[in-house]
């Protein structure tokens, strides 16, 4: 199967009008939209997610954060998805993003950056489950051969 990344646009994402912007960023680059959903997550769900990040000093601010509002959680299949989807997101602190990035040209401080993106394939497999129990859409893109060679 091709590679799939999870993207979770964020409740400051949502409340900001990005939604489109977003999405049409991974569109307009060739990604597929493989699952799409509107969704506002409890504390322990939340905090199953960040996992990872339990012990950091932030991780009761990010979890805060992440159940404030509705999020749009995705799944976006594309040759090399989770690496080049975390370069259309950028650094993690956005002062630190490039322009032309998502973080770089929409948020400014670390704890309000707009969007999440998995950092690795294992991450994304774990993440896609988590999310999307039900499994991604399956469809396969007409455009397909003018995107791929
Ligand atoms: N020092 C910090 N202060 C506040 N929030 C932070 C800090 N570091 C990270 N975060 C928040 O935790 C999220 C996860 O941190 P991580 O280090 O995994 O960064 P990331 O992989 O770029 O982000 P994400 O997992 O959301 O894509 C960040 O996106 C940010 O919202």
Do not use: C
């Not at 900001?16 to 939209?33: A, P």
């Not at 950091?56 to 995705?74: D, T």
């Amino acid at each position: 199967m091709a590679e799939q990344t999870f993207i979770m646009i964020k409740p400051d994402g949502v409340q900001r009008g990005l939604v489109g912007e977003i999405i049409s960023r991974f569109e307009k680059k060739g990604f597929y939209l493989k699952g799409l959903k509107l969704i506002t997550v409890d504390r322990p769900f939340a905090e199953r997610h960040y996992a990872d990040l339990s012990a950091k000093p932030f991780f009761n601010g990010l979890v805060e954060y992440i159940i404030s509002g509705p999020v749009v959680a995705m799944v976006w299949e594309g040759k090399g998805v989770v690496a080049t989807g975390r370069k259309l997101i950028g650094a993690t602190n956005p002062l630190a993003s490039e322009p032309g990035t998502i973080r770089g040209d929409f948020a400014i401080d670390i704890g309000r950056n707009v969007i999440h993106g998995s950092d690795s394939v294992e991450s994304a497999t774990k993440e896609i489950a988590l999310w999307f129990p039900e499994g991604p859409a399956n469809w396969q893109s007409s455009l397909h051969s003018w995107i791929y060679e």
